[in-house]
């Protein structure tokens, strides 16, 4: 069974930083896209950045580009978000996914919250003005 548990949320200031953790567990994740979403209140869950497993291939969305940095380490089995220059904006409970990859959608990159397989149980981020 596939279990994403997220760590490393908390209240900062604007302008500070914030290191994400998702430890994976339940089977060997070289054929997954690794993905980061955060959601607000009766909002959508947005995408944020995702990374491909066997290859480290990354993705962003515009909001974070520059600020944001997604990586994996594969012997702890652990997808990092390393967010920097934080903004109010920013503020939102941040979930990681899991999406499996064949050879058809290999090369591709999902940013739909509705593609993605497996969901973490989510970690608040609270950037302060």
């Known amino acids: 069974q596939v279990q994403l548990v997220e760590s490393g949320g908390g209240l900062v200031q604007a302008g500070g930083s914030l290191r994400l953790s998702c430890a994976a567990s339940?089977?060997?994740?070289?054929?997954?896209?690794m993905g980061w979403f955060r959601q607000n209140p009766g909002k959508q869950r947005d995408f944020v950045a995702s990374?491909?497993?066997?290859?480290?291939?990354?993705y962003y969305a515009d909001s974070v580009k520059g600020r944001f940095t997604i990586s994996r380490e594969t012997a702890k089995n652990t997808v990092y978000l390393q967010m920097n220059s934080l903004k109010p904006e920013d503020t939102a409970v941040y979930y990681c996914?899991?999406?499996?990859?064949?050879?058809?959608?290999?090369?591709?990159?999902?940013?739909?919250?509705?593609?993605?397989?497996?969901w973490g149980q989510g970690t608040q981020v609270t950037v302060s003005s």
């Open positions: 996914a899991a999406k499996a990859k064949y050879a058809y959608n290999r090369s591709l990159h999902y940013t739909a919250a509705s593609s993605y397989d497996y």
């Open positions: 339940g089977r060997t994740f070289n054929n997954y896209d």
């Open positions: 990374i491909t497993w066997n290859t480290g291939s990354t």
